[in-house]
T-cell receptor, first 111, second 113 residues
Framework: GESVGLHLPTLSVQEGDNSIINCAYS??????FIWYKQESGKGPQFIIDIRSNMDKRQGQRVTVLLNKTVKHLSLQIAATQPGDSAVYFCAEREGNTPLVFGKGTRLSVIA | EAQVTQNPRYLITVTGKKLTVTCSQNMNHEYMSWYRQDPGLGLRQIYYSMNVEVTDKGDVPEGYKVSRKEKRNFPLILESPSPNQTSLYFCASSFSHNTDTQYFGPGTRLTVL
């Protein structure tokens, strides 16, 4: 739970506003990317994924953007709600290799 | 309900006392994996298994053992725990090793004194 969130960058957002969480990756050969949400005391939960042949993918209230030129991934959450408060982290993979996880960003929603 | 379960959820033990953390999934997944999560380091893979009787080392396998005698179970064994193995452990499973979605268990918080 909470000790996982220590030392993480934090993004504070007003309820109803849009959130943008960023992730920089290092492997230019990575071809698959995932965003996970981890609530306090729970395991990571899949949110949305994107393959390297795309630069944008939309889900319900979430959008993932991929910029391969600068090796940057972002997660946009529309109309942020208190239930969105969690640690978010990205993961990348090259081919059939295991996922490599980022360290995460804590999203704090202010009611 | 489709899920990954881990037991125990919390454990405090002493150096050198062998312990096992169980992991079970009811989704008939072939791929299972163990991670540890530490502040500032993120999720790191310990061991993984692509199918029954097939296990491989991840990024941080030292001090751990696993077994995969049946498809649904993937226990993590610490033969002689040390304080640097104090961590939050997650088991995960998916249909195959390169399948999009990994399902994570609720986590096991281990403290080794």
């Amino acid at each position: 739970g909470e000790s996982v969130g220590l030392h993480l960058p934090t993004l504070s957002v007003q309820e109803g506003d849009n959130s943008i969480i960023n992730c920089a990756y290092s492997n230019s050969a990575s071809d698959y990317f995932i965003w996970y949400k981890q609530e306090s005391g729970k395991g990571p939960q899949f949110i949305i994924d994107i393959r390297s042949n795309m630069d944008k993918r939309q889900g319900q209230r979430v959008t993932v953007l991929l910029n391969k030129t600068v090796k940057h991934l972002s997660l946009q959450i529309a109309a942020t709600q208190p239930g969105d408060s969690a640690v978010y982290f990205c993961a990348e993979r090259e081919g059939n290799t295991p996922l490599v996880f980022g360290k995460g960003t804590r999203l704090s929603v202010i009611a | 309900e489709a899920q990954v379960t881990q037991n125990p959820r919390y454990l405090i033990t002493v150096t050198g006392k062998k312990l096992t953390v169980t992991c079970s999934q009811n989704m008939n997944h072939e791929y299972m994996s163990w991670y540890r999560q530490d502040p500032g380091l993120g999720l790191r893979q310990i061991y993984y298994s692509m199918n029954v009787e097939v296990t491989d080392k991840g990024d941080v396998p030292e001090g751990y053992k696993v077994s995969r005698k049946e498809k649904r179970n993937f226990p993590l064994i610490l033969e002689s725990p040390s304080p640097n193995q104090t961590s939050l452990y997650f088991c995960a499973s998916s249909f195959s090793h390169n399948t999009d979605t990994q399902y994570f268990g609720p986590g096991t918080r281990l403290t080794v004194l």
